[in-house]
């Protein structure tokens, strides 16, 4: 969710609703066209994430897009992709073409580039990063913050010209101490190194 978002929300010709704000109906009962209208949007992206972590194997993941429109409900779009984590990169961008190609939405070439580009070209980096990325929306808790930055201390030093991944560790860890769990000149001053090297990157 959060690699498709951002990589639509780049994209001129759409409007994308945060990830944080669409994240409250995760689990909803809610239909797709009471979801939409309460967004005010009109279209849906929604889908499925299957893994396959079969020992001995590389992990493995089947994810099912389907853009739906709000107005009638209708699938506009669907499809099913199989890939191993090390080509996930490849299923975001193609998801994220697909959806535009859909909506008639014009890419650019600016804009293909940058679907076309990987934020890390390490796998395992990416994994950490979403996994903590997932633990800072769960809110600002003692035990969030202390899986998440962990985390992305081992992507950093898995890629460290992952910019991403520097810039989401520099907000926690500014967090961490903003709040009380990490008050100490340490983190303040690796808050400040992560951000530092976000934005050399």
Do not use: C
């Not at 849906?44 to 897009?65: F, I």
């Not at 909506?103 to 934020?119: F, I, K, T």
């Amino acid at each position: 969710t959060e690699a498709i978002t951002t990589q639509l929300t780049g994209l001129g010709g759409l409007s994308v609703i945060p990830r944080s704000t669409a994240a409250r109906f995760r689990g909803t009962t809610k239909s797709v066209s009471e979801i939409g209208r309460e967004l005010g949007v009109g279209y849906v992206l929604t889908g499925t994430v299957q893994w396959d972590e079969t020992p001995g194997q590389p992990p493995k993941v089947r994810v099912s897009p389907e853009l739906i429109r709000v107005a009638d409900t209708s699938s506009v779009w669907a499809h099913g992709y199989d890939a191993v984590m090390a080509s996930v990169f490849q299923v975001y961008a193609d998801v994220s073409t697909e959806v535009a190609r859909s909506l008639q939405v014009a890419l650019n070439d600016p804009e293909r580039q940058a679907l076309a580009r990987r934020p890390t070209g390490n796998a395992e980096a990416y994994d950490l990063y979403l996994r903590a990325v997932d633990y800072n929306g769960r809110g600002l808790s003692k035990a969030n913050f202390d899986a998440a930055i962990p985390m992305l201390e081992r992507a950093v030093s898995l890629d460290p010209k992952f910019a991403l991944a520097w810039g989401q560790l520099s907000e926690m860890l500014g967090l961490a101490h903003w709040l009380y769990i990490r008050r100490d000149a340490e983190t303040l001053l690796a808050a400040r190194q992560a951000a530092e090297r976000a934005i050399a990157l």
